[in-house]
């Protein structure tokens, strides 16, 4: 590489603490201006709204894209970053797996060549997931504690599969509070599964493993897992897929096993609508309105899960405050059990 090209820490630091700063601007001051008691046409057409869209689309650019971009910055650190150990105990890959058209048509999330390019994928991931919800970048794993907390309050299960884990953000807070338990992440990504393995063995914990399997079909035997989970994972995907996924989990689920997905559906207002499906389109996520529009309560009961619950979740203190103002996504957990 060019030693001119070369971007130093200091500069990268600083430039992404630009844009998060910029992004947290964003959230609370430009968001709390749009009028949301106006018909959709009518905000579309305002100033403050344009610049509310230009600055959501092109600050997540900006973000992994830039000159000071996440991807060029770990990009530029391709030789030093290791190929995944070979038969480690924690970590299984698959390289004959067929990875699915809308898994890598599109740039999600505007990450350049998505999570399967090459073997810096999973440290840009990461970096990228930290500034996620600009208003919790201290905390950011505190939204998948608070997730965790929420599913062990009625118990520990024995054994438990985190669908889509990525580099492991969700399923690290269970094998810490239950390291008694048995606990399998899986994921189409190579490069995200190796970070989260590597995590892992730093945290010294042999409760987990990861491995390269497709939540739509994932070969594991019938009714075997106590908990079936997924954090973001549905609104990734087109309808079809997310129907494989939950009949899946109803397979591999025991009897009175539960399965439980933190996810972006409840939107119960034309604003909140409006400005979600804007994302969808801003950010890459083509999927997002078609899922927001799926009966899930229906699906579940069909494929014969029962105790359904779909009910908001409060990500960080306060945000379920009919007053609060800031931009946030519409968390929402989707819970059910197998009969």
Known sequence: MNRSAIINKRAFSAAQDFILSTKTFWTIEIFSQLDKEKQTEEIEKTTTYKFFAWLERHLQRYKYSGRYGIYNFYNQQHEKIKSPPKNHKNLKLDPSIKLPKYYTQID???????????????????????????????????????????????????????????????????????????????????????????????????????????????????????????????????????????????????????????DFYLLPDRFKRFIHFGHSKRNNEPYMVSFAKMDITGILKTLGFSNITIEPFEEADGVLDPEYQAWRFPWTLISAEKQ
């Open 108 to 262: 999600i999330h505007q990450h350049p060549g998505g999570l399967s390019k090459d073997k810096t994928a999973g440290y840009v991931y990461e970096h990228g997931a930290r500034s996620t919800t600009p208003l919790g970048v201290r905390n950011h794993q505190d939204l998948h504690h608070r997730f965790t907390n929420s599913i062990l309050a009625s118990g520990n299960p024995k054994k438990i599969l985190d669908m889509a884990c990525g580099f492991g953000k969700s399923t690290q807070p269970f094998y810490k509070k239950i390291p008694e338990a048995k606990i399998i992440g899986i994921d189409l990504s190579e490069p995200c599964l190796t970070l989260g393995s590597s995590i892992a063995r730093k945290d010294q914990a042999s409760n987990v493993t990861y491995m390269q399997v497709n939540a739509e079909k994932t070969n594991f035997k019938n009714k075997q897992f106590d908990l079936v989970t997924s954090t973001m994972l549905l609104h990734e995907l087109p309808p079809k897929s997310i129907k494989n996924i939950i009949s899946e989990a109803h397979r591999i689920l025991k009897p009175g096993g539960k399965m439980v997905h933190l």
